[in-house]
């Protein structure tokens, strides 16, 4: 029991410690959790110390052994910013960032009275920023933070453009349910692909169009030829025929002459 309850302050001390400022010294994260990373590329360890801190308990989040886990609020550690489920997300990221376990929310929670859930109580600092994968409503993510569903709505808001080197992995911990109401993101490299489709199928249509113009102007200028070419001939071809006429006809003038085509 002695031993249980000194592990358990060890981890509670992880979540919390008295510095001058906001500090971590997690600042990278394993390539499965690069997602993670915020606008200011910030780890979700230093982001979730600048949230605790916003409550005027200066913080850190260090790195933690393998086989432990942060730990939720005390009674006495219970504010608003401990008892949210933005700061919740951020640490259990920050858990996961270093492939450590993390609490679910209920777990967590267990000594607030009072939760923000999917809300951040208080401003948010100016010298962080916190990403929107920190307001999934965990009630729909079988109360705990759903790495999946989160680095999928990172890569959707990410701001890298299509032709950006930098990669995110999607961690393959297993289907979404299909109940899911986070939209299905566009990778970088699909958008790509999708541009590269729309250009040829708009070159494939514009040359379809000039060749359907081109076909047809042939074609007339094709049956003009021929209609000229068939007015020529006739006109060479024809020979001068004297018209009939009868004996009381005879002073009509037999210079009054029809044509006979040899072509017909």
């Keep these: 029991m002695q031993i249980r309850q000194t592990r358990l302050a060890f981890l509670c001390a992880s979540v919390l410690v008295l510095v001058d400022g906001q500090e971590s010294n997690v600042k990278e994260c394993t390539s499965t959790y690069y997602w993670s990373l915020n606008a200011l590329d910030q780890t979700p360890c230093m982001v979730a110390a600048h949230l605790i801190a916003t409550c005027g308990r200066d913080a850190t989040m260090n790195s933690i052994p393998s086989g432990t886990h942060y730990l939720g609020p005390s009674a006495s550690a219970a504010n608003e910013c401990m008892c949210s489920s933005v700061t919740y997300s951020m640490v259990s990221a920050c858990a996961g960032c270093q492939e450590r376990i993390w609490e679910d929310w209920p777990t967590w929670s267990m000594n607030c009275k009072n939760k923000s859930l999917t809300t951040f109580p208080r401003v948010v600092p100016k010298t962080t920023q916190v990403p929107e994968w920190a307001s999934l409503n965990l009630s729909q993510t079988g109360n705990t933070f759903d790495a999946v569903k989160a680095s999928r709505v990172a890569i959707f808001f990410s701001p890298v453009s299509p032709t950006s080197s930098a990669t995110y992995t999607i961690i393959p911990l297993g289907i979404l349910p299909t109940s899911s109401s986070i939209p299905t993101p566009i990778s970088p490299s699909n958008r790509a692909h ?70 017909s």
């Design 194 to 263: 999708l541009n590269l489709g729309a250009i040829i199928g708009g070159v494939v249509g514009t040359v379809t169009v000039l060749m359907s113009i081109a076909i047809l102007l042939l074609w007339r200028f094709m049956q003009s030829l021929k209609q000229s070419e068939q007015k020529q001939y006739s006109t060479k071809d024809s020979v001068a025929f004297p018209k009939p006429y009868s004996k009381g006809s005879e002073t009509s003038s037999i210079s009054t002459l029809d044509t006979y085509s040899t072509a």
